[in-house]
């Protein structure tokens, strides 16, 4: 079983920066890839970035490309979401998710998922 811990969220403005943390435990975790997703209120939950297991691939949503870095550090079993130029359309409770074979943007194939982080830009 693999438990997933979100944090960094908070209230920011527009234009602002701000990087998600997300932890696992158990020994596995390099072993996987590792999924940020995000949903609004009243919306479908969608994919925002996702890397594979060493860090060497990396994919994007269209709407945070150029924008947001996800990045992981195996030894610490933490996958990171740097966020900058926010926008006030990326308010969401952001998600991190784990278990996929590779790196995936479809939610479907991911097993574990944390509990949820709250990002909100104000304009």
């Known amino acids: 079983q693999v438990q997933l811990v979100e944090s960094g969220g908070g209230l920011e403005q527009a234009g602002d920066s701000l990087r998600l943390s997300c932890t696992a435990s158990?020994?596995?975790?390099?072993?996987?890839?590792m999924g940020w997703f995000r949903q609004a209120p009243g919306k479908e939950r969608d994919f925002v970035a996702t890397?594979?297991?060493?860090?060497?691939?990396?994919g994007y949503s269209d709407s945070v490309k150029g924008r947001f870095t996800i990045s992981r550090d195996n030894d610490k079993s933490t996958v990171y979401l740097q966020m900058n130029n926010l926008l006030p359309e990326d308010t969401a409770v952001y998600y991190c998710?784990?278990?996929?074979?590779?790196?995936?943007?479809?939610?479907?194939?991911?097993?574990?998922w944390g509990q949820g982080t709250q990002v909100t830009v104000s304009s």
């Open positions: 158990g020994r596995t975790f390099r072993a996987y890839g």
């Open positions: 998710a784990s278990g996929v074979f590779y790196y995936s943007g479809d939610p479907r194939q991911y097993v574990y």
């Open positions: 890397i594979n297991g060493n860090g060497g691939s990396t």
